[in-house]
């Protein structure tokens, strides 16, 4: 296609939403249902600049307990613009739910206005006005991408669903080609020292963390991006609360070996592969901790912190979902 300014994004659906912008009257609306991913990657910049041209609703969908379409495993955004001078944008929060609630998913939707929570090439999905006020609060910080310079190494894997798995130690990969090594999703950042690095490890792992992680990502991958842009402060922040989070990683850590599963796998590029799965959910309260430990960081309230503390419990804890975490193996 050329002559479209959604030509960089790569993608069918971009002109299409394009050419129905061209074709749309003057105060009519319309809508469509895209990939999740359109809403909140670089690559579809100039898709999200012409999608919040005029006045727009983002509704978005996980795959995971249940899907948008039976059979569909594809995360999912529903849109409804209307060409208007208006330039406002409305967003619900990233929904999960179960086939037992279907019927009433659509019925539950809540917007809000999220213009004053602008990032680069994301629409913020967030349904309550809480949630700006935790944003208003951490902004006040220098950004992490600051802090990520140095000989220590902390590790993350790249893949996570209902927990951020971040690490201080290389966790444990070994394959039938290569031997023991890092796998290929698992990551390293550097800090400037070993506190440093634990204090960064404590954010990742964080449930304030996970918050930023839903409503900015696509959802599926844990990339720079969202850890760069992340506001953290370090050289704001007491020395007190550096220490208070370097012991609570620190029994993380263990608590995160304790409860590791040694699994075995087989594939057909790399023959046999062992790698060690870890389960956060049951280190909760640890996590809960560091949340605390932040919120006086931040400034956050009694209430912004039990929102914090409890988003998408019901889904992050669920016994259904304790076999549902994602994997360390690599093809």
Request: proline letters at 2%.
């Amino acid at each position: 296609m050329r002559g479209y300014m959604t030509e960089s994004c790569g993608n069918l659906y971009a002109f299409v939403v394009e050419r129905n912008q061209v074709l749309l009257a003057k105060k009519s609306y319309t809508g469509m249902i895209i990939p999740h991913s359109a809403i909140c990657t670089d690559r579809m910049e100039s898709l999200i600049d012409l999608l919040s041209n005029s006045l727009l609703w983002v509704s978005t969908y996980d795959i995971r307990p249940a899907r948008l379409f039976v059979g569909v495993d594809q995360r999912l955004a529903i849109y409804l613009k209307r060409k208007s001078k208006d330039r406002t944008t409305y967003c619900t929060k990233y929904h999960r739910w179960t086939e037992k609630t279907r019927s009433l998913l659509f019925s539950q939707l809540q917007y809000v206005a999220t213009d004053g929570l602008k990032t680069k090439n994301s629409l913020s999905k967030i349904s309550h006005n809480i949630e700006q006020e935790i944003w208003y609060k951490i902004h006040t910080q220098r950004l992490l991408a600051e802090y990520l310079w140095g000989p220590a190494k902390l590790y993350f894997h790249n893949a996570p669903r209902y927990w951020i798995r971040a690490m201080t130690f290389v966790p444990y990969f070994w394959n039938e080609r290569s031997g023991e090594k890092l796998s290929t999703q698992v990551k390293v950042l550097n800090a400037p020292g070993k506190l440093e690095a634990s204090v960064i490890t404590a954010v990742l792992n964080s449930s304030l963390f996970y918050w930023w992680f839903i409503i900015l990502s696509d959802c599926r991958h844990l990339n720079l991006r969202e850890i760069k842009t992340f506001p953290l402060g370090l050289e704001q922040m007491e020395e007190t609360t550096k220490r208070s989070l370097d012991e609570l990683v620190t029994a993380l850590m263990k608590d995160y070996q304790k409860h590791a599963v040694r699994k075995e796998t087989k594939y057909k590029t790399t023959g046999r592969v062992a790698y060690d799965e870890f389960y956060p959910r049951f280190s909760k309260s640890l996590i809960d901790e560091i949340d605390r430990v932040l919120a006086h960081h931040f400034g956050l309230t009694n209430e912004e912190l039990d929102f914090i503390i409890n988003y998408d419990i019901k889904y992050r804890m669920g016994d259904a979902l304790f076999n549902d975490e994602s994997k360390e193996g690599e093809a």
